[in-house]
């Protein structure tokens, strides 16, 4: 009998809950530097999960997590544009 397949496990950068990778929102920062939503999980570049829910897309401005996340002071569009992707999908 074969093994159970592995499922990919990613904890969330706003509540630090751990959950499958396939429920979870990816937050991409590419080599030019540019920070956005990938919806499609296989953008190139540094990757950061976050909660498919209001609460956790809400914190991640307050609390100015991709700053901490990606090392990189992230100006305030580009937490308003991820807001704006995750509200559109």
Same mark, same amino acid.
């Given at each position: 009998?074969?093994?159970?397949?592995?499922?990919?496990?990613?904890?969330?950068?706003?509540?630090?809950?751990?959950?499958?990778?396939?429920?979870?929102?990816?937050?991409?920062?590419?080599?030019?530097?540019?920070?956005?939503?990938?919806?499609?999980?296989?953008?190139?570049?540094?990757?950061?999960?976050?909660?498919?829910?209001?609460?956790?897309? %809400?914190? %991640?401005?307050?609390?100015?997590? %991709?700053?901490?996340?990606?090392?990189?002071?992230?100006?305030?569009?580009?937490?308003?544009?991820?807001?704006?992707?995750?509200?559109?999908?």
């Amino acid at each position: 009998m074969p093994a159970p397949k592995k499922i990919p496990m990613r904890t969330c950068i706003a509540c630090r809950t751990e959950k499958p990778k396939k429920e979870m929102l990816r937050i991409v920062r590419n080599a030019a530097g540019e920070i956005r939503l990938d919806l499609s999980g296989k953008l190139p570049g540094r990757g950061a999960y976050i909660c498919n829910s209001e609460a956790c897309i %809400l914190r %991640l401005r307050k609390q100015k997590l %991709l700053n901490k996340t990606f090392s990189c002071d992230v100006p305030e569009e580009v937490y308003q544009s991820v807001e704006e992707e995750f509200r559109a999908q």
